[in-house]
Each structure stands twice: as C-alpha cells, then as structure tokens.
C-alpha cells in the first residue's frame, strides 16, 4: 500500500463510475404516464396466450380515450399474490386501481376497507346471468365488492383403458386403484396434499360432500359437526397411507399432479381443466384415454360438492379513479372478455349463457398427435361437467379472517398421511376458533 | 471536558501568543483534544444516526407493537393488551417447535461447517499449486445469492426434475420427510457458508507460526498432537469467533427454507414464522413479540459465547 | 519454494479439485438446467442433451427480470456508495482520533451486524407504508446501508491502520487541517480498502432477500432474489422451473467473475483484521 499515485486515480475512477451506474439506473425509478388519458393500474397475473393483457388493450380501445387500461403483473401462485396486494393495500397504495381477486379473499378485503362497495345498478349489471353461487363469493354481508371473472372448480379424471365406470366415491376410486396396483397396472392417484391453499380446497370439498360445513352460516363460530368431519378427515387419511398415493402427496400441487399424471403412473387425478390441454401437448398417447367424471363424493347416498375457485375483479379503495375504474371493470369481465379468457387461456367463464357459446365449445387448442406433429384438440370437451359442477359448488368459509383460517386448516391436516380422524376433530375446532379471534401463531 | 466556552484558536496561533505560556500550551492541547473529540463524534455521527435509527428505532417500536394487539387487516381493533402476544407466542407448541427447528439447522450446520471449513482453510493454507485457483472456487458460493443456491439445490434434489435422484437411481421425495428435507437445507447453508468460515480460520492459521509446529514436529510430535496440543489451541481465539458469527447469522437462516420447504414438515424457523405472522398475516403486534423473543435468543446465544467461551471480539471484524 | 514429494504434491493436487468440484457442481446444474428445452427438464441428468436459450430469452421478454435487474444494481450500487462513504468518516475517526465513545462505536457495529434483521420487518414495514417508501428504492437502500456499515466499518478500520500515518502527521504539520490531511493524503492511500469494502457491501445488498420479499411488491423496487423466488409461470398452476434458472445464471455470472477478477482483494477483506487488534 504504499504506490500511492498509482492507487489514487483507479479509486477515483472506481468511486466516479459507481455513482454514474447509480444515477444513470435512477431515472428507472420514475413512473410512466401517457399523456392526458387517466391510466387505471389493473393487478393482475398474466395469464398463458396474454388473454388478460390482450383484455386490457381491448377495454382501452372501447374505452375511446376516457381511461387506458394498465396491467401490473402479479405473482404465480395465489398465496404469493396476496401477500403482494395486501401489503400494498395495507400501505393505502392509491395506485391499485383494480386487482384481481381469489374468490377467497373478499371478505378479508372488504371488511379491511381496502376494496369498493359496487353500487346497486353497477353490482346489477355485473352479475346478472352470472352463477349464483359464483356471485355469491364476491359478496360479503350481503353487498358486492367484485365482478366475478371466471370460475372454476376440480373434476375427476381418469384413464379409459384402466378403468370401465369411474367411481362415484373416494372409498370407490381408492378400492379400484389398489386393485389395479395388485395387478401391476398405473394405479396412482393424483391429489394436492402439500401444505398449501389445494389442502383447503380438498377438504372443504370432502366435508361439504360428506354434509358439513367449516363455519357457522355467519361466519363467526366454528361449525365442524362432527360426524361429516370425521368422514373428511378418514377419507384423507386412507388415500394419503393407500398404495395409490403419489410419493411425494406431501408436497403435491396442482402441477405436480399433472406431472405425475403425464408420466404415465396414474389411474386417476383430480384437478383443473389445465390438465386436459397439457396432456394433449405432452403426452397425447395418453390425452387419448383421458376421460372426466363428477368430483367423487364421501357418501354414496349424497352427491359430490365441489369447492369453487377463481378470480374476481375488485377496484381499490385507495384508488383516485373509481368511477373509471368500475368502467373498466365492468368491461374487463363483459361477456367478451370472458370468451376470450376461455379461448386464449383456458380460464371458464361466469356467465352461464356462455358455455353454450360455440366460442367455448368449439374452441381449440394446439396439441400434438401420436405422430409428433401439430395437431388442434377441442380446449374444453369437460365444459359441461364444470357447469354442472360449478352451479352445485360451494364456497370456502366467508370470513376477514380467511388466511388464518386456512393456515389453521393446512397447519393441523399436513401432513396427511399423520391425520387422526378422531383427534384431529378437536385439534382442528381448536386451531380454528383462535384463528377466528386473531389470536395464536399459525 | 475541562472548558465550556468556545475557543476557535488553532494550535498554531496559541504557540505564537507569548502570555502566560503553561497556561496557553495546557488550553492548547485540550482544545485540539476538543477540536478532535468533536471532529471524531462528526466523523461517526453519520453512520451512528443511520444505524440507531434503522435498528435501536424499529426494535423500540417492536417492543411498543408487541404490547398491542396490532392487525393491519382489523385497523379499527387496535387496542393495548399487556404482554398477552407473548403468552400467546410462549404458550404456543409452533413457537417451541420451530425454536427447535431453528436451533437443529443452526447446530447442525455450524458444526459440519467448522470441521469442512477447517480443512478447506488447511488446503489453502498448505496448497502449493492452484491457491488462487482454491481461492477462487471458495468464493463462488460466498459471492452467489442465498436464493440461487436454494433454488440450485431444490432442483436437483426434486423427484420430477433432479439429478440427485437419477444419479442415485432412487425415486425419494426429498421434501416429503423431514429428515431429508434438513438435509437439503443443512446441504444449502453448508455449500454456501463454509467458504466464509474456511477464510475466517485461514487468518486463525497466521496466528500459528510455522516454526513452532516444525519443531514439534522434529521432537517427534504426531500430526494428531501437533493439531491438537498446538494448532488449535492457538487458534482458539479465530475459532471461537468464526463459531459465533456463523451461529448468530445461521440462526436467522430464512432465505433457504423459504425457497425450498417455505417451513412445511417441521422445518420451519423462527424468522420464517416472523415473517408468516408479521408480512403474511400482517399481525404485527402478534409478529412484534415474536421479533422481540428472537432478539433476546440472539443476545442470549452471544452471552453464552463471550461469558461461557471467552470468545473475544475485540479482535475481530463484524460481518453483515 | 520448498521441496515437497510426489506423494504431497498428488495430495494436494486432489484437494484442489475436490475444492473446485464442490464449489462449481451447483453452478453447472444451474447452468445445464437453464439450457434443457422444456420436454428434457424432467430427463434425470446433469447434463442436458440438447440446448436452447429459449428460457433465457422468455425472461427478457418478460417485464418483470429486466425491471429487477435493473433495481438490483441500482439499490445496490447505491447502498454501497452511501454505505461505504460513511463507513469511511467513520472509520477515520476511530483509527485516527481519539474520542470518548469509539469503542461504542465498534462494538454497537458489531452488534448490529449479528442484528436478526427479521426483528424489524414489521416496524419498518410500517414505517415505511406511514413514510411512503414501501416499495421504493430509497426503501431498500436504507436497510442494504445501515446493516454493510457495520461490515464496511470494520473493513475499513482494519485497512486504515496499515496506513503509514506519519504522511498524515507531515501534512498536518504542514498546516493540514485534520480534514484537508483526511481528504488529501489518507483517502487515496485507503483505496484499496475502500473498493474492497465496496465489494463487500455490494455482495451483500446484492444477495438480500428478507427485506427485497418484504418491503417490495411491484418492478418498481423489486430485486432479482425476490424477483426469481416470485417468478410468474406461464399458468397459475405452472412452475417455471427452467426460467428460473435462466435467470439465476444472468444474476450469477457476474458475481462469478468479480469474485474472480478480485477474488485477493475479498480475501483481504474478509479475513483482514481478523487476527490483528
């Protein structure tokens, strides 16, 4: 250290440079504007084939220069999405005019106050001919704070060359896939058993099944009635400890349920209509035999429940441009806008009318045939068994303490395979009654 | 502190007045003692201000937080409730379990680390040819981001897209079980920390001087001696330190667990649960007392080393 | 140099790889995973058996990498510049002057650099969102800074005492004030000190995740760490494992290659005043 004139000017160039990179980055820091036209900021995540920013473009253009339509881009998963939006909102963010919202959070961000009341004809315009129960997860005491978007629920799925009548049952379908395993054939089944949101989804769809419900009708008090508890929790539990079960169920989500089912391993899976597209890309050998059946319910004498999911739209209380923003999403969940979710990314609409729409059922999407060349498959040949299943679905419990619900039911029930139908009743009850009062880690 | 009036007279100009010289010369130094005083308090005052006021600041306020109930999802409920979040916290089994957790990973970690980073510092130390080349390669994990070597490793170890399980010809759900889901967290830090301890025990190898392990050795002393009897004790000092630092800094692991299990099978930690609490939940005066608990589990850990080992910090350089 | 045996030297020579090998095995995986095409991600092996860049061109096409990119390098050149020019009065100070309370000092920076920093996520969170710097660069840049002073402090320190101080002394007597002796004759010779620091620091606020993932949410501040771990797929249920790594070798090669360029420097840094008072 002793070359001081050499030293002294490579520190000062060093120094001088860094600070030119840091001011010439700063510049990226500004937000953009366009001159004149108000920009309404749309959270959402995009979604395969740029339905959702292909619906932005299309309401700006309609719009005729009163607003212009920005989409921010939001995370993959719902959870990771969530905790985006609710960090902002809890920072009174005015820049989220609109956000698109899991079915499951209304009544978190309404009872917040980060979300806008519709008023009575604009809450009329956006759900009229739409599901009702599908409304329904927009409302919270009995107002709406969101335009349903699109809708979804899970189906079972199946391999036609393993299995003749599809299981109307959960005990049904794991009989047949260990009978196929005794046999030597694919027999898994596919279902989300990591500790995610997909847990909720799948008990709440058992319990409902089996007659019972996670919260009083309120949504204040634990229900739980034990009995159809105690179906859900055995009906987890033998599928998690069958021989049917994934290796890895423990950490399974939708996706790796695909995987598992596109390898070839699978006898059944239940999951979305993603699925269907994929396996035609992927495997269309396999897409061949794939058929679709109800969700299988708990007891044979009572049909199946679904657990509605989904996206709907909600505009910002914070947001300096509510009225355009109504507008916007008043468009953006317009029947057009619906079909084109459906056609591009496979999303199924609200609207009831639109599943008879040819736009829906005749839809295509790019596959690849047995040969390894490009081919076209119809994108929703199941439409049917979602409307069905969507018009008799049910909705996960309506309460502002949603998340901590839903940590309380994925904490007590993962992994599944550990579950004790009769202790787990009250361990849960338990978990759930302090989640209701904010209380307790989770 | 002899004077309170303000003497703007340099040193220089003192000397030239000829008045009363002892007197002057006395006023003299203890105002360039001052003017240095002063100087030095301007020089840190900057630093000082910015870390009092991100650290001193917020762990005040965590502290008042954690005395309320403080929910930004229920902004109308905030009310004072004593130390509740902490009977909440403490009576909790997560709160115990993930302690535990957090401390398994910790030890587990630390200590393979200190054995792999005692060697991998004996080869630098002792490697003839390629050091630079050692030096290099050492440093690649220490410079890569936490999250990518997550990311690295949860994808070699995952069923559906690793080579962990095609090399092994396995078919292991590594994150299904929470053993094996340690193992490729422990295996995450350890890849990406040892490097850094290696390079603190290195300096601790300057502190044993080669004669001293030469002549044991020509008194007949084996390696195993030589190691035991000389170098590490001498290097006890460098060794504890390392220890300390990379326990302290493993003990807020978070990026690695949040990238490969995000906590599930039992492997969640403590800042993991601050986190879910405090960002997920936005239960801030719940996650306040949990902030508060881990901060008083990082001042007991340092207490037991400095009071229980002797480790001496003095010597030693921090390490953010 | 002295003379070793074949056996040492074979010895030795092992170790060398074994070192390289551990540290270069997840760099490659990455690396090969980044260029399988979509149908081989799934294959099992380490190595991929046909390339494509199509990852890497998906996430520049993408808004989100660019953006974090972009916010990455600017918060933390910024830090390490404010960092490092603090650290660097600081550090003057506490070798050179002598004033009641450098030992606090030093010692309070040292606490804070074993700080859990996840104790304050959530009253800087609050702070932030009451101060409107919730997602913003200044939002990171003050954390990044306040938790590298400690480490750019003690670097520094370290460095400052090598410096022959009688140059200091001469330009004082000379009729320096202690600033002017500071700024014209200490600050060049403590370059070296100060670019490794810099490094340093940069790792460091390069490498964050806790504060990127909580006091982020949109481009508009967020960092690469976070940026990946939140990296959208092409479908909600869709994991992009193969962009993902893409983006993780963009983020990595540099670092690589500083840590090469000036992999003596870091050493020096990271194990000076390590052993000395």
Known sequence: MTDVRRRRPHARRVVGATVAAGLLALPACGGGSSGGVPTINWYAKEEAGGSMSDAAKACTASAHGRYRIKQVPLPTTTDEQREQLVRRLAAKDSSIDLLNMDVIWTAEFANAGWITRWPTARAEQVTKGKFPNVVDSAR????LYAAPLNGNTQLLWYRSDLVTTPPKTWDEMISQAEQLAREGKPHRIQVQGQRFEGLVVWFTSLLASAGGTVLSP??????????????????????SRSVAADPGLSTSQEDQGRQGWE???????????????????NNPELAKKMRWAPYPTVDPGRPSKA????????????????????????????KENQLGFAAKSGLLPVTTSLYDDPKVTEATSDAVDAAGKPTQVKSFPYAKAIREALATAVLRPKTPYYNDVSLAITRTLHPTRDINPDKDVKRLRDAITKALKGEGLL | MTTTVPAPAAAGHAAAVSTSKPKVRRRARSERARAERRLGWMLCAPAVTVMLLVTAYPIGYAIYLSLHRYDLRFPTETTFIGLRNYGAVLGNR??????????TITAISVVIELLLGFLLAYVMHRAIFGRGLVRSATLVPYGIITVVAA?????????????????????RAWFTQQWSSYLVIVLTEV????????????AGFTLVPDDVVKAARVDGATATQRLRKIIIPLMKPAILVAVLFRTLDAFRIFDAVFVQTRGAQGTETVSILGYNTMVSRLNLGLGSAVSVLIFACVLIISFVFVKGFGANLSQQRGEG | MKHRSLSDRAFWGAGTILVVAYALVPIGWIVSLSLKPTANVADHKFLPSGATFANYRTIFKDPQFPAALRNSLGIALIATVLAVALAMFAAYAIVRLDFPGKTAVLSGALAIAMFPQVAIIGPLFNMWRSLHLFDTWPGLIIPYMTFTLPLAIWTLSAFFREIPW????????????????????????????????????????WNDFLFATSLTSTNRARTVPAAIAFFTGASQFDFPTGQIAAASVVVTVPIILMVLIFQRRIVAGLTSGAVKG
């Not at chain 2, 949860?154 to 897209?161: I, K, Q």
């Not at chain 3, 004082?172 to 500071?182: I, K, S």
Request: glycine share 8%.
């Open chain 1, 307 to 334: 657990t509605i999911g989904g996206f709907n739209i909600g505009v910002g209380a914070y947001s300096k441009k509510r009225e355009l923003a109504f507008d916007a999403a008043t468009c953006l969940s317009s």
């Open chain 1, 140 to 143: 919270f005491k009995n107002q």
């Open chain 2, 191 to 202: 890849w990406k920390t040892t490097p850094f301890m290696s390079l603190l025990l290195l």
């Open chain 2, 151 to 171: 990311f690295a490793w949860r994808f070699a170890f995952d069923p559906a897209t690793g080579f962990i399980n095609g090399m092994l010809h396995t078919q």
């Open chain 3, 166 to 205: 009688d140059l200091d002394k001469a330009a004082r007597v000379d009729g320096a004030t202690p600033f002017q002796a500071f700024r014209r004759v200490i600050a060049p010779l403590a370059a070296p000190g100060v670019f490794t620091s810099a490094i340093l620091v940069f790792i460091f606020a």
């Open chain 2, 94 to 103: 997560l709160w115990w379990q993930d302690l535990t957790s957090t401390l």
């Open chain 1, 218 to 239: 309120d949504g204040t008090k634990v229900a739980l009635p034990a009995g159809p508890t105690r179906r859900a929790l055995a009906v987890m539990r033998r599928m």
């Open chain 1, 263 to 281: 390898t070839g391993e699978s006898a059944f899976m239940v999951n979305y209509g993603f699925v269907w597209p994929s396996a035609s890309k």
